[in-house]
């Protein structure tokens, strides 16, 4: 059914005008998202009445439905989905027959209701100052569009008690007050809310009425709708009314591949961290403004204490910050490409780096005249101002980057486009050492990562810099005396920084310092000529783990330790303070420890190399050749040791691999298609499967399934195991080993007992259930590499089942009362 909604969202996408889309804040939520938040919800069961406003397609609906199904506890759902616009309703409609069909298959009476009406209106135009709580859940995308102070949205939504200056904020603030003690809401929303002033409102209405169970981040703005190409940072929210506040967990990803993990049977992403905190940590308990500080690691969260040293605010400086008050586009006939003698410089955002670049060619002015019109918005050409650009237009590295400007252009007025935030003192330049230490704190890396918590926006607004903390006047006089009349290079800039800190504190530890390590070891791997798709953090911090070199220590410090995924990941998040997912095991190893196996970059099993390949052992170690190399970087030999490296890397890893290969075990199915399977125990014991089992108890079988093997790729005739009536999307669920034989139209199912279980109550009820479609009949069997093993196994094997051992590999044992090999 998702797939089929996944559809009708890709066409409903198509059918909209693609230049109102934005202004109406339709942006329709992608399957795995949908998937995901409606997996967060903690209790469905009983009796459930959902809430989906702004419903779109009815994605989320049918994720929730989706939901609803797999948990198997619901008596009745009721389901209101509003959608203002008649495009989207022959798709919403289509949604919701889709969700009755599928409850109706698991007997769930459904009752649907497409609301085609503003969910604002219709909610409080007839009910002013009471709403009705009737829901048990909401699941939410709201549309993202500001409202203005006498829309009537913000009337209507005044007279039930919320203010609201954007209608995302609106939508959930209302759906909050109609949820039932108890209810849960999940919302996908902007994150702008978390700081200033404008959502102050919002905020404490959630703290109020709520606790906060959950919050998700995406690591990049342009993640959550890039099917829309939205730069937005966005939040999943997860709220439950009238619950006492505890600890909230804080997930975060990269990117929104949102999947259900077999292993653990989860809804997971790839390289998702997550980390549980106490509530305090996110609102400060002695914040009157109510601001939320969401860190998706402990390397995020020490960016904010470190920079709890700075406390001064800017009135305290005598500084002010404001939007440039020059609007372009109402003085379009005073702006020039050049200066003459009857206009004035004009600085906009074209003209701003490190220092002014004015004038510039292109297409932005870079003048303005002076006029009766244009005088009130010219200041004074005096002193020293700071500058920072308001909008970026894409996902750049840094969110603030601040000009010094020191009176440097010609006249006695300027010009300041309002896309530029100024920094000021009574519409004047100030103290110019003053400047110059703000110009180094604002451009910090420091304050940069801190701002990326803080602010929401994708834009920097004057608000923001309002309310960050700054350094008192003491300490950027010190600052400001550090530039000389060249701009410091950002290595120098944050070296300033990190020396007050020290002043203050005594304490030289720099959440920066980790930082720039996975910055040197992105560039590292980026020279060893890693694919693009390792070029992450997860592959930088476990090239790190492998060389055990934490934050603190310099690249001579390097070591070769042997350690295994688990203990890596145990590693990063002690050092790097980055705590992923269990379920992100199996990413470590497959989209990074194996591409640095191929690569040559490390050695697996160095020390055992006939280790099986499930062994709780498993291990890997750094190439000693390139860890000679690796000791350079920073020094001159770095390069030259480099480029020997990369001219002899293709016959080391033809070594390596030649050697990998003789451990493997080959394996010929059907006389026709080879593998090779990793060396061990469970291996050996699938191979003897084969070669052994097959041809004295099942002669002239067909090999369907083999799993679990360590070799690159599962053997699956999946088609084959169709026509025998059996579809299976999963194979995680399938047994070690399939075998058909058509002579006796038999299936058997193999489970190879090394290190997992055989076939018990449980597991054979699971494999029936799995094949009951099955056309052939079953026949189950248990494989052990020898007596002692099985003995281990006895007490729980399954009645009805067969048990085979490969050291006596021409008996069985048969668990069966009536008959020997064969269906039961």
Partial sequence: MLNEVESYRSEANSKLN???????????TPKPIALYMASLFENIKDTIKLLDPGAGPGSLTAAFTDEVVSRNCVTSLSIDAFEIDPILHPFLDRTLQACKKVLATRSVPANTSLQGLDYINSSLLNSFMQVEQKYTHVLMNPPYKKISATSNHRQLLRSAGIESVNLYSGFVSLALKQLLPGGELIAIIPRSFCNGPYYQAFRELIIETSAINHIHIFDSRNMAFSDDEVLQENIIIHLTKGKSQGTVTITSSPSSDFHLDEESGTITASDMTVRRVDFSSIVYPNDKEKFFHIAANDRDLAVIKKLEVFSSKLQDLNVSVSTGPVVSFRAKEFLKDSKDNNSVPLLGPS????????????KKPNAIDITPATKKSLWANSGSFVFVRRFSSKEEKRRIVATLYEGELPGELIGLDNGLNVFHTGKIGFDPMIARGLFIYLNSTLLDKYYRNFGGHTQVNATDLKNLNYPSKDSLLRLGACVEDRIPTQMEIDNFIDEEIFRMTGERNSPMDAQQKIDDALKILILLGLPKAQHNERTALTLLALLNLAPDQSWSELQRPL??????MTWVREKYGKEYAPNTRETFRRQTLHQFVDAGLCLYN?????????????CYQIALELFHVLLTYGTPDWDSALAKWLQASPTLISQYAMGREMELIPLILNGKTQIKLSPGAHSQLISDIVTEFGPRFAPGAEVIYLGDTGAKEDFFDKERLAELGVVVDRKGKLPDVVLYWPERDWLLLIESVTSHGPVDGKRHNELAKLFSSAKAGLVYVSAFPDRKTMV?????????????????????IHFNGDRFLGPH
């Fill in 563 to 568: 350690i295994g995924v688990t203990p890596i």
């Fill in 18 to 28: 693609q230049k109102t889309k934005p202004s109406l804040g339709q942006f329709f």
């Fill in 792 to 812: 281990k196994y006895l007490s729980v094997l399954a009645w009805e089942t067969e048990v085979w051992v490969a050291d006596a590999p021409t008996h069985m």
């Fill in 351 to 362: 003209h701003l780096g490190l220092r002014v670049n004015w004038p510039k060619t292109g």
């Fill in 606 to 618: 160095p020390d055992k190399p006939d280790r099986p390949v499930n062994s709780p052992s498993a």
